[in-house]
Each structure stands twice: as structure tokens, then as C-alpha cells.
């Protein structure tokens, strides 16, 4: 997190040792040693389609060395993490990214990369458990999302989370809805929980 400015990043904690705990996953910093496994997730065509991004044909060697540097030395705007299950296996990724910090908002990505955890809740906890850390512990007000309009699975999983389309867009052919998810809305999304648990004391 060198080269960040820490006003840059609106309160985002410093990266090295961070964990952020949910109900099925931990979000924690990138290690070296996930390299293998996000090779093979970037190098693989199903996964990079869902993800409307180009299918990685760089050898692995030069793929490490950009690796081991972007580690050391993270993009800047960029607040990238792992997704574990409880157990510790590594599952995918997700990452912050574009933070703006005069908009005072970000866009979010989430790629669970082994597809043994798909439909099973996995994506649910990674994104809730971000926008609540993003809400509850930086200044951003917005966190915004694109995704391929005939990924409904992607698109269903948002929506479970709060995320609410606002557009779409098209580019190089590709059809994008636009998903966001506000401080407000996501207040008024948790303020029935707190009075119910409030009640329930
Ligand atoms: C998209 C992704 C993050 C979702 O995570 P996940 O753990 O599979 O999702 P969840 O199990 O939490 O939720 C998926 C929801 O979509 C539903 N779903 C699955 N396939 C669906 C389909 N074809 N149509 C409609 N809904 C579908 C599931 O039933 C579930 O909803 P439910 O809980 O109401 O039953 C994950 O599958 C993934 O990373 N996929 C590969 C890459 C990708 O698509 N990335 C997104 C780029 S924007």
C-alpha cells in the first residue's frame, strides 16, 4: 500500500494482514502463494467470459513476476482480497476498485473462481459481507457494479445483497447491466434488522 495515499482510499484499512470475516468466508490480503489457482481462473475461458474479460495467454513465468510485484506494490485506487471458506480454502477474489474518493465511491468485483462453490450461498457472504465493511468501516457512500445482462446468476446474487440496476451498457458488442448499491439504501435494508433484534431482547 506504498504508493496509496491513505486519503485516497477514504478510511480503507492498510491491506497488509487484514482479514474481514463472514458468516461462510474470510476476506483476506492476497498471498504469493495464490497464484496458481488465479492463473488457472484467469487462463480459463468459461470463467473469463462470465466475466466479459480477455482469457489470459501469458506464460506463467511472466505471470508470476507481475504477480510478486503487484503484491509488493498494489495498484493504487485498488483494495484487492482473497475469498476463503472458513476452512481455509482459496475459492476466488474480490476487489474494490476505481475508489474515487471526491465521488466517494468505488466499483466491486467478485469472481469465485472454483465452481464447486457456486449456487451454495458463497457469493451471497463475500459481497455482503464487503458492502457492510465498506459502509460500516470507510467513508464511501456508493459501490457500484457492471455485469453481463445473461449472467442471471451473477445479476441474482447482486440483487440478494441490495444492489439495484440504475442502466446498462454496451461495449465491443457486449450488453452491461449497471447495479448500485448506496449508503441510504443499504441503512434502510439493516434498520429493520437492528429494531427486530432490538425487540427481541
Ligand atoms: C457470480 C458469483 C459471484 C455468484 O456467487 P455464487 O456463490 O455462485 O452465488 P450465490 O449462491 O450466493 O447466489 C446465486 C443465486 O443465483 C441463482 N441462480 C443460479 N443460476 C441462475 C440462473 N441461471 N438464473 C437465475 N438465477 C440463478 C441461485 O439459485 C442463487 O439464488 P437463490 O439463493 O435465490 O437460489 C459466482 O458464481 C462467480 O463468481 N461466478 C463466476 C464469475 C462471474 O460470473 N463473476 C461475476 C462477474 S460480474
Redesign the pocket.
Known sequence: MKNLKKSEMLGFKPLRGTVIFGSRVRLREKKLSDVRRDYAWQSDPE?SR???APTLITPFSVYLLDYAVEIHRPRSKRYPLAVETLDGTHI?NCTCYDIDEKKGEAQF?????D?D???????????TTMVHYVFLTTGLNRLY????DW????????E?CGFTPFGDMRRNGLRFVLMELRREQWQQLHIPDKQESESSV
Open positions: 470463467l462470465l466475466d466479459a476466488g468485483g467478485i469472481m469465485i473462481g465452481r462453490y457456486w449456487d451454495r450461498g458463497y457469493g451471497t457472504d463475500v459481497v457494479l457492471k455485469t453481463l449472467n442471471l446468476r451473477a445479476r441474482r446474487c447482486f440478494k
